[in-house]
Structures are given as structure tokens and as C-alpha cells.
């Protein structure tokens, strides 16, 4: 039924303006009849950071800022949600127009700038209606204004450690002036030294949550070393990569791609994937990593995956595909892997790392 209604209102929906779109789409997730989801089949299932998926494709923040439609989500058949960006105080975020739709390449651009209902709205609404299907993340973020930005990630791990089942640390918005300097090495030392003692002080009352950073595509390698270094020492419990991207790609044809702000869909699926593969091999089993940039089929996840993804999420296809994409992703996943012979999806993780880090790999040739 979603998915008929979904395909009917998608023109519609298109005539809007996006952001306006998206709001009238959150709306309707709150109405529309939604069955629950068929059992997934057991060679989907993945574990990381200590829980339990029950598939590996995940809701990426961005859609759910405030927490509304988190449970209607995992109905949809998401293994896991990520909720957010939330920040301490609510934020107006930046002027309208502020999200772009590039059709002709299945993307968009946003420089939103946190705009969300702030902590204790969004905890509010969790501890009223939790998600229990599905593990729930909660992504986090500095308020633009805020004297201590370290400070404003603390607040976070201490205000939701009773709903969460992971964290996210946002450092790589590319919206949010500043925000990326968090990357540099003894800013991210800093950061994650307050995060990870906050998070053990709440395990006392709440149990451990894993804590998750996400980083930018647009880094170098250099950087990049510095950022793995800093979350190994640190005993992080996994990395997601990526955030969205400020470059742009040559390929673009949509007319809105001169407008600033981060980049994502498929023209970020080669760039993240590249980067994804080369936190793999720098991570060295350390800790699990989520995949994230340009995922929109079986096949972008299933390269995500053997690229070094425990998991995948996505966002922007939606856009464009609809919920009936979920459901596409997962069986296609299971085809996949009865084509390359792997008894269970956590078998391929990592095995085009290499591949991908060196250039060798693209879509074309892992599949």
C-alpha cells in the first residue's frame, strides 16, 4: 500500500519545494497504513559495535531530524534508523531555500545548518513513543552559537543515553562554519576524550552505548590517517563514512549544482567508496565501519560492503526510488550473494578494499 501511494504522490510531491516535500512526506509516514515488515533472511543479518541487525541497510540522518517517524521507518523494512542531527538548543538552521533537488543525477545539495527541535523536544518524543524494532542512532551536533562545541556532543551522550542504542558525532557537516576543524587531530583527541568519558559515566545507569564518528569524503589521506590514529587510540567503536561532499563533480547536470552546500546521491557513491576503503585497510579490524554516499541499489550496497561497510545507509535515493527500494535493495543483496558463492553477507565485507583503495575497483567490475 505505501509503496503504491508513495509512486502516486511522487509528481506531485516533485512540483513542491523540496523541503517542503520532505515535510509533507513526514507527515504522511504518520497516517499512512503500514504492515509490518517480513522476516529478513538470515544471511542479511549483521553484528557490530555490540548489537544486532537484523539486515544491513540503514535510514542515514538527515530524513528523521526530530525523531517522528522512527518506528514507521523500521516498518518500512530498515534494519537500523539514525535520527538527528540534534543539537543542545533548537536551531532555526539556515535561510530557505536550503535544499536542491538535481534530477537529472539523482542528488541533491542541502546546507541546512542543523535545523532541529533541539534535545529535550526530540528526547521527549523517544521516551513517549521509543523505537523497539530496530537499533535506534542518534546523531549529534553543535549548536552553531555554542562556546563549546566538545561540550555540546557531552549533552548529548548525557541526555540520550536512556533512548539510544549507538551515537553518532557529527564533525563533518559541511554547513555548519568550523564544524570540520573537529577532524584536525587535537581537536578530535579532545572531542572524543569528553564524548567517551560521558558515554562510561551514563553506561553506569544506562548500559554501554557505541559511539560513532562520522567523517567527511572530502579529506586527504594525510588526514584521514590522522583521524583512524586518533579513533583507534581512542577505542572508538566504529566510523561512518561519509558525510556529504562540498565538490562537485564534473558529470553534474542538475541546474542547482551551483549552489553551496553539501552534495549527496549518486554522484557521492565513487568518492565515499573510495574513502570507505581506505579507512578498511587503516582500521585494520579495529572496529566496524557504516557505509554511507550514493548507496541506491543492491548492487551500490553490496560495493559498499566488500569496499569495507559492515553496514550501509542511505537517504537521498529514497527521494527518487521511494520505500519500494528497500525492500528492492534486500533482495537483491540475496542474489548477489548466491551469484558469488558467499554463504552470508558479513563474508564479503572487505574483500574489494584493496581494489577500491587502489583504483582498480568500480561498480562495473564487483559485480
Not at 21 to 47: G, N
Request: charged residues 20%.
Amino acid at each position: 500500500m505505501i509503496t503504491r501511494l508513495a509512486a502516486w504522490a511522487r509528481p506531485l510531491l516533485f512540483r513542491l519545494d523540496p523541503e517542503t516535500a520532505h515535510h509533507l512526506t513526514i507527515k504522511a509516514l504518520h497516517i499512512a497504513p503500514l504492515a509490518a515488515p517480513a522476516q529478513d533472511d538470515p544471511r542479511l543479518a549483521i553484528e557490530a559495535f555490540g548489537l544486532s541487525f537484523r539486515n544491513p541497510l540503514g535510514l542515514a540522518a538527515g530524513f528523521d531530524k526530530n525523531a517522528q517517524v522512527p518506528e514507521r521507518m523500521a516498518r518500512l523494512g530498515f534494519g537500523f534508523v539514525e535520527i538527528g542531527t540534534v543539537t543542545p538548543r533548537p536551531q532555526a538552521g539556515n535561510p530557505r531555500p536550503r535544499l536542491f533537488r538535481l534530477v537529472e543525477d539523482e542528488a541533491a545539495i542541502n546546507r541546512f545548518g542543523f535545523n532541529n527541535e533541539g534535545h529535550a523536544s526530540v528526547h521527549q518524543r523517544l521516551a513517549a513513543h521509543p523505537c523497539t524494532a530496530v537499533p535506534l542512532g542518534i546523531n549529534l551536533g553543535a549548536n552553531k552559537d555554542t562556546e563549546d562545541r566538545a561540550g555540546d556532543y557531552v549533552q548529548g551522550i548525557e541526555h540520550f543515553a536512556d533512548v539510544a542504542s549507538y551515537f553518532t558525532i557529527n564533525v563533518s557537516s559541511p554547513n555548519t562554519p568550523g564544524l570540520r576543524d573537529l577532524q584536525g587531530a587535537q581537536a578530535l583527541d579532545g572531542l572524543l576524550a569528553r564524548v567517551l568519558a560521558a558515554r562510561d559515566d551514563a553506561a553506569q545507569r544506562h548500559g554501554r552505548k557505541p559511539v560513532l564518528l562520522k567523517i567527511a569524503p572530502d579529506l586527504t589521506l594525510q588526514e584521514l590517517d590522522a583521524i583512524v590514529s586518533t579513533a583507534r587510540q581512542k577505542k572508538i567503536d566504529g566510523l561512518i563514512v561519509s558525510n556529504t561532499t562540498v565538490t562537485r563533480p564534473p558529470s553534474l547536470r542538475g541546474r542547482a549544482q551551483s549552489e553551496t552546500g553539501g552534495l549527496s546521491g549518486k554522484p557521492l557513491f565513487d568518492l565515499s567508496t573510495r574513502m570507505l576503503a581506505e579507512t578498511y585497510l587503516r582500521v585494520e579490524g579495529q572496529f566496524p565501519l557504516i557505509g554511507a554516499g550514493g548507496v541506491d541499489s543492491a548492487e551500490t550496497a553490496f560495493a559498499k560492503i566488500e569496499a569495507g561497510a559492515a553496514l550501509v545507509q542511505l537517504y537521498t535515493a529514497l527521494v527518487f526510488h521511494g520505500p519500494a527500494l528497500i525492500g528492492k535493495i534486500k533482495r537483491g543483496l540475496l542474489r548477489i550473494l548466491a551469484e558469488k558463492n558467499y554463504p552470508r553477507l558479513a563474508d564479503a565485507i572487505g574483500t574489494g578494499a584493496a581494489d577500491w583503495a587502489a583504483g582498480k575497483a568500480s561498480l562495473t567490475k564487483c559485480l
